[in-house]
């Protein structure tokens, strides 16, 4: 590995079979009093929520920020893996610098990762399902505006579908596309590599940082796929959340 991996440590929390808090009738990632150990950094994360508004807050890159959730959607909530680039990605910018940097997330949901990735000065594109949209633009717009370089753009992606037409590769170059918590027990994972791949090509121009939660077999059955896809190695992981964060390149 490229550098020491970060340790989490938490509360004991009643768990599902997922890993994830059950919270009044919806799944909540048991993100709240987590320790972070990092490198040369003890930080803690920080999230208090607000149920009557359906609000989560959270301290990154020297900002609050306050990400609205909807109930009715996977893509509307923060998951684990988004809080551990987040972190990863405060806590590293010498081995990961965004100044300036092109960075396309894949699977945005809320948006969290990529309001952290415009405050740390990235110039970045938030995709995700047309339904998902409204509420990305929304808490992106609200935590980023007079605060980062480069106003974040957002836009429709559905994984595997009409890649070169909507995004061909001459004109949407990205110096990193990250995903977080896009491996689940879902139908699309096969157009999810698809997705990678196009945004990743071969000769290395290209980052991809990805976080998960591991849950199901088909996380790993996916990750198998995709390191024998990709050059990839392990920058963190966190055992107790089964979180781990790859860096990776296409292969040629």
């Not at 320790?35 to 609050?64: C, P, Y």
């Not at 551990?84 to 969290?112: F, P, R, S, W």
């Not at 753009?153 to 990193?176: E, I, K």
Request: a neutral charge; proline letters at 4%.
């Amino acid at each position: 590995m490229e550098e020491s991996p970060m340790v989490l440590r938490k509360k004991p929390v009643k768990e599902n079979m997922e890993g994830d808090e059950i919270h009044k009738g919806r799944t909540r990632s048991t993100i709240d009093d987590w320790n972070v150990t990092a490198v040369d950094k003890q930080r803690v994360w920080e999230s208090s929520i607000h149920d009557a508004l359906q609000m989560e807050s959270f301290n990154f890159a020297g900002h609050r920020i306050s990400i609205r959730e909807s109930t009715d959607s996977f893509g509307a909530l923060v998951w684990p893996g988004a809080i551990a680039l987040c972190h990863y990605l405060e806590n590293n910018q010498q081995q990961v610098n965004l100044m300036d940097k092109t960075v396309l997330e894949i699977g945005a949901g809320t948006g969290l990762l990529s309001v952290v990735a415009s405050l740390l000065g990235a110039c970045v594109t938030a995709t995700d399902l047309p339904a998902i949209l409204p509420n990305l633009s929304f808490n992106l717009m609200r935590n980023t505006e007079g605060r980062s370089r480069h106003t974040p753009q957002v836009t429709a992606l559905t994984w595997g579908h009409h890649l070169q037409r909507d995004f061909p590769r001459l004109s949407h170059r990205y110096d990193y596309v990250l995903a977080a918590d896009v491996v689940y027990h879902h139908g699309g994972l096969n157009r999810l590599l698809d997705t990678m791949c196009h945004f990743c090509p071969p000769g290395g121009r290209t980052t991809l940082l990805w976080a998960n939660k591991g849950r199901f077999q088909s996380d790993v059955s996916f990750t198998e796929r995709f390191l024998s896809t990709f050059h990839a190695t392990l920058l963190a992981e966190f055992p107790q959340q089964e979180v781990r964060i790859y860096k990776a390149t296409a292969k040629e």
